[in-house]
């Protein structure tokens, strides 16, 4: 059985995460019209973003934007290879796509296919690696074989016995030497995820759609904006530039660890203006001019910043007398350079509004969420304080130290704090924290959610977000 009008492209830029093709085809074929450049604009990742400890990645659910484009309706674990085999045979009845996630250390076709360094490069120390699960879609199946197509990284469409697919689908979880990785995100067996457009896109509904992006790019870049959650701290746009500069400027003395920060900001900076490249380009061809003009001076602007990482990465191999100081004297015109140019595209784009924002129901709520674990987690330390003798300051609120350098808590005592808050939660709620006492390796991580009572309380959030509409990001 398999679906023959299925000619999907395999010529898929290389810095796009695997879900997005799959995603695209899929909103493709229940009538929307659809782009990964515009897939890639719906969730921002043509917006810089970086959290204070120089980690660069997409930050979307940090901000107040509802989903604009499409959503995951579903995201589940099957029960069973053979319950797995049931679902694909009835979405192809229906002549869907079905998306599978699992590991590509056990695709055939693919480098990682049982690579020892797919695993050396997650588990060594102080690796940057995020372990996630890897998308791809199933198109056919018979007696033998699955029929896949998975383009980024892979570029293939074909065929894989089923006992290959079989070990792929079962996913990391089932190789004993990631049992320890610190850095992961939420890891499925036999993962499934179904994804539906929020409206379906005709060409005018697309040009619409185009315009809003852009606006939202604009405005959203210019802005700059700042997101505190407990002791973590997001910058977005503009800002992200602004701290590049700050610490160019504070690395006089040549700090290995600032110059580390630099690299990663300019290295993995990149990335979201590739993303924003495709989008203007993208808009050019269905809006027309002046976009097309703009599109030829960003991919200058996108130049510039490549030769800035060019000159540093010189600089600190060859140790030039005075590069620090050109370097920042680059960063910082570019930077200038850059924000005026983005002003003067706010000046010509067509009249549109930024994405839609939740509304402040929905806000209110997940503020009252987070006001009810904070109670729950504090409670919990006021309980392990009387029994186990530990000396978690109450008073400091959401800033108490828990865990790790400043923290008063051993791991024995950290476990026994997550059992009493997990009890909590199902009290409150019916549900515990799921997999939070199995990720107790990350507690030595600097940004470990068990440092204070708000990071927990962060990080309780968003697993509880996670498990009932998470999405995973594929293996980018």
């Known amino acids: 059985m398999i679906i023959h009008s299925f000619a999907p492209t395999l010529d898929i830029p290389y810095y796009y995460p695997c879900n997005f093709p799959l995603i695209h085809e899929v909103l493709e074929r229940q009538g929307s019209v659809s782009s990964l450049a515009m897939l890639a604009a719906s969730r921002l990742y043509t917006l810089p973003s970086c959290e204070d400890n120089?980690?660069?990645?997409?930050?979307?659910?940090?901000?107040?934007?509802?989903?604009?484009?499409?959503?995951?309706?579903?995201?589940?674990?099957?029960?069973?290879?053979?319950?797995?085999?049931?679902?694909?045979?009835?979405?192809?009845?229906?002549?869907?796509?079905?998306?599978?996630?699992?590991?590509?250390?056990?695709?055939?076709?693919?480098?990682?296919?049982?690579?020892?360094?797919?695993?050396?490069?997650?588990?060594?120390?102080?690796?940057?690696?995020?372990?996630?699960?890897?998308?791809?879609?199933?198109?056919?199946?018979?007696?033998?074989?699955?029929?896949?197509?998975?383009?980024?990284?892979?570029?293939?469409?074909?065929?894989?016995?089923h006992a290959a697919f079989h070990d792929f689908w079962r996913g990391h979880q089932t190789i004993p030497e990631l049992a320890g990785v610190k850095r992961k995100e939420t890891l499925r067996t036999y993962g499934t995820t179904d994804i539906q457009a929020k409206v379906l896109l005709n060409s005018q509904g697309y040009r619409e759609m185009l315009a809003q992006a852009l606006t939202t790019q604009v405005h959203e870049f210019l802005t700059g904006r700042t997101v505190t959650e407990g002791t973590r701290r997001f910058y977005f746009g503009h800002a992200v530039s602004t701290s590049l500069v700050n610490v160019l400027e504070g690395n006089t003395g040549g700090n290995a660890e600032n110059e580390a920060r630099i690299s990663g900001l300019l290295f993995d900076m990149r990335w979201s203006r590739y993303y924003f490249r495709d989008l203007l380009k993208e808009s050019a061809e269905w809006l027309g001019a002046p976009l097309d003009q703009y599109a030829r001076e960003y991919e200058n602007i996108i130049l510039r910043w490549e030769k800035a990482n060019s000159l540093l990465q010189v600089g600190r191999m060859k140790r030039r007398e005075g590069w620090q100081a050109q370097l920042s004297g680059v960063v910082q015109e570019l930077v200038t350079d850059e924000w005026r140019w983005y002003e003067s595209l706010r000046r010509v784009l067509p009249q549109a509004s930024t994405y839609p924002r939740q509304s402040r129901t929905v806000l209110d709520n997940e503020n009252e969420h987070k006001a009810a674990l904070l109670r729950i987690v504090l409670d919990s330390c006021r309980e392990l304080n009387a029994y186990h003798n530990t000396f978690i300051a109450l008073d400091e609120g959401g800033n108490a130290p828990l865990y790790g350098r400043d923290g008063r808590l051993n791991s024995l005592e950290l476990v026994s704090l997550l059992a009493v808050v997990e009890q909590g939660m199902e009290e409150h709620w019916g549900t515990g924290m799921g997999n939070a006492l199995d990720e107790i390796a990350a507690a030595s991580l600097p940004e470990s959610p068990y440092q204070t009572v708000g990071s927990l309380v962060n990080y309780l959030a968003q697993q509880q977000t996670l498990g009932s509409d998470g999405e995973g990001g594929g293996d980018d």
């Open 54 to 161: 120089g980690l660069v990645k997409t930050y979307f659910h940090k901000l107040d934007y509802e989903e604009p484009i499409w959503k995951i309706t579903d995201q589940r674990e099957l029960g069973s290879f053979e319950e797995g085999k049931v679902q694909i045979r009835r979405q192809l009845e229906a002549g869907r796509l079905f998306l599978a996630t699992g590991t590509s250390y056990h695709l055939p076709y693919c480098d990682d296919y049982r690579n020892p360094e797919y695993i050396n490069k997650h588990v060594k120390e102080g690796s940057r690696h995020y372990l996630m699960d890897h998308w791809l879609a199933v198109y056919g199946m018979d007696e033998e074989h699955m029929y896949v197509y998975d383009p980024v990284f892979y570029k293939f469409k074909g065929k894989v016995e």
